[in-house]
């Protein structure tokens, strides 16, 4: 029969290949199909944005909702930062005081702290003489004038001494301090750095618990996206199924529902961003005028240019990501009536 | 072009809704699919779609089984065939150029090209100089004819149209009808669900009948 000769001709398979190539493939360039791929992609792009603009309202509470997910992770993260900072601005208290005898003048306290200094296990001692010790009592005591009627400086000579390890190893420091405890001028060894350690260890243990609250707050963004996304898809159902029936890929379909993840993760994390420096700026005042009283020290810490870049990076990752896992399982689904 | 081969189409809850059907259709020919409501006509184009899947059997387009084609091949499938709609799903928040357009941006095609075509698809069907409309401003024969625009602007090689003229008065049916029959001229391959008789006896088509789910060899 004729035409089974002419469906044995027909047998190779279909090229999986825009079916219409023989009509344009003189006039349509390599160079061209990239950049009608391209327009196509710029096209999702700002279409999507349109799109996102189009319901100013209901877009502003997904982000809002999204921004204040993004916002805790990051507020966390932030309020860690700074404590941590404040933890290694308190260098000053893993100091070893030395409280030397009364007898100790002092020539022989800076002799001593020379002395000391030569020892391994020492990174750096500050002497703290009688004379300067009463001045900066009589500086900031406020009681300068009445110091006056002492004939006698009742203030010790102090040694500062700061170890060369002072976390990594503490037995070593123990033994430090037993060694300068056994010192014949010392009257009294001082350290108080249990308290140091512990801010360390609970610095450390926040860290683990942003990092998880992190990771359920994305997730938290995920579902939130992937939500709207499946609202978005509803909405504009018939358009999907009509695209599908003319024969659109399902990268063609996704695409401007990806780039309204991407818009919705980017526009929440400039929105987080927001929020979080706004808190700052105004917790920066009362902390830095705090932070006067213990020797000024203390700044707070904004997000800096990467940490800003990473946060909206990984919001509009998260956005993106949000809306392809919904689009993966439902698009499939998809089918007419 | 087109082969059914002992196919059965089962659904679940409705048992064997097409029943061993085997025809074929040479390429250029134009076929009448008709029966009364319920016969399974929509069910057969949908086969040819890939919007379902034999049971059993086989369904042959150019060669190809379309019961194994890759999912990520279906669409170029479709690319190949022109599908018509009895409500025409049409979009409706977009112009008759965009509505027209769609297939062709989905392959890939450049502005000039989509242009061109466009115009050309349009101008077949005689709409030219509607492209800024919205599809509810039109006449229900005028939206059918943009449904059949878009269906053939990728210059398909089999058009299926489902009760195309299912929502139209009879002249309009005819001017629709006519169109069919210059794609036809020009080698398309036509196969029309439809059970408007009169139309069908009037045009003298081959006629495949479907009697719940059998085809009556006539
Ligand atoms: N998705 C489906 N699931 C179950 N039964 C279906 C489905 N689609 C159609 N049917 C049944 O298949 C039969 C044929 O339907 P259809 O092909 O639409 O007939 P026609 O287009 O000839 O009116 C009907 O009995 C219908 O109820
Ligand atoms: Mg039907």
Redesign the pocket.
């Known amino acids: 029969m004729h035409h089974n000769k002419h469906i044995q001709k027909m047998q190779p398979r279909i090229k999986p290949k825009p079916s219409n190539l023989q009509n344009t493939k003189y006039r349509t360039s390599i160079g061209d199909r990239f950049q009608n791929y391209l327009g196509l992609h710029a096209h999702a792009l700002f279409s999507s944005l349109g799109r996102l603009l189009k319901t100013p309202f209901t877009s502003m509470i997904t982000i809002i909702v999204l921004a204040i997910t993004i916002s805790l992770a990051t507020g966390f993260y932030v309020l860690l930062i700074n404590v941590e900072q404040f933890s290694d601005k308190l260098e000053s208290s893993h100091y070893i005081s030395l409280f030397l005898k009364h007898d100790i003048n002092d020539a022989d306290g800076l002799k001593l702290a020379e002395q000391i200094q030569k020892s391994a296990a020492v990174k750096t001692v500050k002497l703290v003489t009688k004379t300067t010790a009463l001045e900066e009592f009589k500086h900031f005591s406020g009681i300068g004038e009445s110091l006056n009627i002492l004939d006698k400086n009742p203030l010790p000579t102090v040694i500062q001494v700061l170890p060369t390890n002072i976390f990594e190893d503490s037995v070593e420091v123990q033994q430090l301090i037993d060694a300068l405890g056994r010192l014949d001028e010392v009257e009294l060894v001082q350290m108080d750095m249990r308290w140091v350690q512990r801010l360390q260890s609970i610095v450390d243990l926040a860290k683990r618990g942003v990092f998880l609250l992190s990771i359920v707050l994305s997730l938290a963004v995920l579902f939130i996206m992937g939500n709207t996304i499946r609202l978005e898809l509803e909405n504009r159902r018939d358009e999907v199924l009509i695209a599908k029936l003319v024969g659109a890929t399902y990268a063609f379909i996704q695409r401007p529902f990806l780039y309204t993840g991407f818009w919705f993760g980017g526009f929440a994390g400039l929105s987080a961003w927001i929020i979080v420096s706004l808190i700052l700026l105004g917790l920066q005042e009362p902390i830095e005028h705090l932070s006067l009283l213990y020797d000024g020290k203390f700044t707070v810490l904004f997000l800096s240019v990467s940490e800003s870049l990473i946060l909206l990076f990984v919001a509009s990752i998260l956005g993106v990501t949000g809306a392809w896992i919904v689009l993966h399982y439902q698009l499939r689904q998809m089918t007419l ?1 | 072009m087109l082969i059914f081969d002992k196919v059965t189409k089962n ?1 679940q ?2 048992g064997d ?1 097409l029943q061993n059907i085997s025809f074929q259709m040479l390429r250029g020919e134009m076929a009448f699919l008709t ?10 184009l949908k086969l040819i779609a890939i919007m379902e899947y034999c049971t059993r059997g086989q369904v042959l387009l150019n060669g190809r089984n379309l019961n194994h084609a890759k999912e990520h091949h279906i669409p170029y499938i479709r690319r190949k065939l022109g599908l018509i709609f009895q409500d025409y799903k049409l979009l409706q928040d977009r112009t008759v150029f965009d509505n027209v357009a769609l297939p062709l941006i989905i392959s890939g095609y450049g502005n000039q090209e989509v242009k061109r075509r466009v115009r050309a698809s349009l101008d077949k069907v005689g709409l030219l100089g509607k492209e800024k409309k919205y599809p509810f401003s039109l006449s229900g024969g005028e939206q059918q004819r943009v449904g059949i625009a878009r269906a053939v602007v990728n210059k398909p090689s089999l058009i299926i149209a ?1 009760e195309p003229t299912g929502s139209l008065d009879p002249e309009l049916s005819s001017e629709v009808m006519h169109l069919f029959e210059q794609f036809q001229q020009v080698g398309v391959t036509v196969l029309i ?1 439809t059970h408007d008789i009169n139309l069908i006896n009037r045009l003298g088509y081959r006629v495949l009948t ?1 009697d719940h789910g059998q085809l009556v060899v006539s």
């Open positions: 009536e | 659904y809850n409705t809704v029966g009364h409501s319920g016969a399974g006509k929509s069910t057969l489902d669900a479907l």
